[in-house]
């Protein structure tokens, strides 16, 4: 598929989605209770085959079911993302009895995943979590906490990193799969902006062995790392659905709405408003596309690609929310309207799977060390070759990625 083009198959599928999102995904969330696992939601996503997609497709197509999802429900989307945030690693890393056991049931929609990773010291900075994985026989001890997990306390299983080398930093992390029903494992509910399902999680004395291990000892970090490169262009998909929500609502109210005399969309000062807003959109589009397709194609500069679109999609969405909500006035700011629910969910996203601050020091590291390794190549280079030209060959590499 083109990188910066969706075919008339893929705008067909969109538009499909959508309308699922709007006529059958709805009224199920409007159903259940806030805070909470919706799980006829889940199921739902699962008999439409939508949750078995989330471990046959590329990034592209991720992001192109949470965008579409997004737009007409954002609690579906939710729902699907987490399925797959929480799962992903037992599909990649996983050992062929923790697939067999769980990726069915998820892709069917009868079992809650859940990605543990954040603790109430450890949130945008993985490296320092706490949650001690303490030696004992043949296995492991859990000792701590996790916070602002999803799906928490209602999963029925979760991907947990603990350390199991004390002081060894972003090295010393293990990936565990480890069942809701395990002894020694509590949670509680938080209550958030927005009522998604997330909740704390207390391990006392958590039991895990060899079988429970995703990846290897020690690895987990990369675990979570090629999870959170995966899903971080679609979060950028997943605010985009939102944006262009709340534009469509905006384009439609400002082109009826009168005051001063005439129609909003005749007033420079909102038409000129609304066309930025619309190019801002469809910027941040064409780079998330562009991530996830750089992903698909296994490029080696994902994870400064990944971070740039989640980082734009999700500050785009939340300008763009903001904006339709002072053109829509008062009746935007009424519990129900749509602008006033989008208003709620759009601030998550900047935060959750590595905030903006965090996408910012991602994207200048990988900079940086493009940069180096341009220069060390360059001057290599300049070494071997004896000729006069080499100094201005070096000199252009280096200027490349500045």
């Known amino acids: 598929m083109p990188e910066f083009a969706l075919g008339p198959k893929e705008l067909q599928w969109c538009a499909e989605l959508r309308e699922l999102a ?33 471990f046959t497709s590329g990034s592209l197509e991720l992001c192109l079911m949470r965008e579409s999802l997004a737009y007409g429900c954002t609690e579906a989307e939710t729902a699907l993302a987490l399925q797959g945030l929480g799962a992903h690693p037992v599909h990649a890393h996983g050992t062929d009895a923790q697939r067999a056991r769980w990726l069915p049931e998820v892709s069917a929609g009868r079992a809650v995943a859940a990605f543990a990773l954040s603790e109430p010291g450890a949130g945008s900075d993985a490296g320092a979590l706490s949650l001690e994985a303490r030696a004992e026989g043949d296995g492991w001890l859990l000792s ?58 207390a391990f006392d004395g958590v039991r895990v062995g060899p079988e429970d291990v995703l990846g290897s000892v020690d690895q987990g970090f990369r675990v979570a790392m090629t999870t959170l490169n995966l899903f971080r262009p679609s979060v950028g998909a997943f605010a985009l659905g939102m944006a262009q929500a709340a534009l469509d609502a905006t384009l439609a109210h400002t082109a009826q709405r009168r005051a001063f005399g005439g129609v909003l969309k005749d007033l420079q000062a909102v038409s000129h408003q609304v066309a930025e807003l619309a190019t801002r959109t469809e910027a941040a589009r064409l780079l998330v596309y562009a991530a996830a397709a750089a992903y698909d ?103 490349g990625p500045v």
């Open 22 to 54: 709007a006529t059958r995904l709805r009224p199920l969330t409007e159903a259940g209770e806030p805070g909470e696992v919706n799980r006829p939601l889940v199921a739902a996503l699962g008999e439409l085959g939508l949750l078995s997609r989330l």
């Open 144 to 201: 701590g906490s996790k916070c602002w997990i999803s799906n928490a306390p209602g999963a029925d299983f979760y991907t947990v990193f603990a350390r199991t080398a004390p002081g060894a930093g972003a090295r010393g992390v293990t990936a565990f799969l480890v069942p809701a029903d395990r002894p020694g494992l509590s949670g509680a509910p938080l209550e958030m902006l927005s009522p998604h399902p997330i909740g704390s999680l």
């Open 297 to 399: 194609r296994g490029e080696p500069d994902v994870p400064r690609r990944a971070a740039m679109a989640k980082l734009l999609a999700t500050e785009t969405a939340q300008q763009v929310v903001d904006a339709a909500v002072q053109l829509h006035g008062a009746r935007a700011l009424q519990r129900g309207h749509l602008l006033e629910h989008l208003y709620r969910e759009v601030r998550a996203p900047r935060i959750y799977e590595g905030a903006s601050e965090v996408q910012r020091e991602i994207i200048a590291k990988e900079l940086y060390k493009s940069l180096a390794s341009s220069a060390s190549s360059a001057s290599s280079a300049s070494s071997a070759s004896p000729t006069p030209s080499a100094p201005s060959a070096a000199s252009s590499e280096e200027s």
